[in-house]
């Protein structure tokens, strides 16, 4: 039977796009964005821009993680994430890496927009993104298949992500912004350490060396662990270092939702991690708006 029969064209392409993992893209630019307000700053322009490059970031750096790793071998028929459109036959490798480029076009368009109010710094780390999104999975040395997936996500989902959304809002960079982007980074990269720990047999099997095949399940599990406590640590300590941060505690209202996690991920293997896979984007997202409302507030 042929697989493109159960799916419209753009059914598949959503798919391929994977938009679970859409709120990665979108979290940073909203605690950058009211990092900035708060102090003053805002337009709706860059930040619309901002977000719409990072969100086409996203989509390009998934579909060339559906092409890379579908050429070396990591995504087979025993994947248990959610369907690679390149591996099941749903669109031809030079569908989706036509698909990649036009999305990295696309938020190479939009940084245009975000050039002409931050300058040269944005067009560094727009263009360091970009580049960071296809040496991921591919290239000679590919990120992901040597341990530092965690690193990539966390510098450019978490640091640079929050820090250029600040930065073509207000013009100057602030030291404090970047405490706001360890916090979004740390929740981006314990969305990736699910995924490899999920992933880790079939990783693996394909020589994809992510920390958590080379430390194992529960080195993994601690991983995500200690990823979760430093966010909510940042923003406990923040709250503490004076009386206009206090609403910076708003985000433990997602504590309880961040704890269920924490067990889904100690006890469950396999596709369960599908679960906490999804739901730790969605504590992300929720943890990076309630933030953004307490520096609102305070």
């Known amino acids: 039977m042929n697989p493109q029969a159960e799916f419209t064209q753009a059914q598949i392409w959503w ?30 322009i860059p930040f619309l821009a901002a977000l719409l490059g990072a969100l086409f970031i996203q989509i390009g750096t998934n579909l060339a993680n559906d092409l890379f790793d579908f050429a070396k071998g990591a995504d087979t028929a025993e994947r248990l994430g959610p369907l690679r459109v390149t591996q099941a036959g749903l669109l031809t490798t030079r569908q989706v890496r036509r698909g990649m480029w036009t999305a990295f076009g696309g938020a190479a368009l939009f940084g245009v927009v975000l050039i002409y109010y931050g300058g040269w710094p944005i067009a560094a780390i727009g263009l360091l993104s970009i580049l960071a999104g296809i040496a991921y999975t591919g290239g000679p040395y590919p990120l992901g298949y040597h341990g530092l997936g965690e690193v990539f ?17 207000v013009g100057v960079f602030d030291s404090s912004v970047l405490w706001t982007g360890a916090a979004i980074g740390s929740l981006a990269a314990a969305i990736l350490v699910v995924n ?18 080379r430390f194992g399940e529960r080195a993994a599990r601690i991983e995500y662990l200690i990823l979760l406590i430093s966010a909510y640590s940042i923003a406990i300590v923040r709250a503490g270092s004076g009386g206009q941060h206090l609403w910076l505690l708003l985000v433990l209202v997602t ?44």
């Open 15 to 44: 798919l391929a796009a994977r938009p679970k993992t859409l709120p990665a893209a979108a979290a940073p630019v909203l605690a950058g964005t009211a990092s900035a307000a708060a102090r003053g700053h805002f337009d709706p």
């Open 196 to 213: 490899n720990l999920r992933d880790l047999a079939t990783d693996a099997k394909a020589g994809k060396r992510t920390l958590a095949v």
């Open 255 to 298: 504590l309880p939702r961040a704890i269920r996690l924490i067990g889904l991920v100690f006890r469950a293997t396999g596709k369960p991690l599908n679960a906490a896979l999804a739901g730790t984007g969605r504590l992300e997202l929720e943890f990076s708006i309630l933030f953004g409302i307490g520096l609102l507030i305070g």
């Open 153 to 169: 996500v966390f510098l450019f989902f978490g640091l640079a992500a929050v820090g250029g959304s600040y930065y073509v809002q």
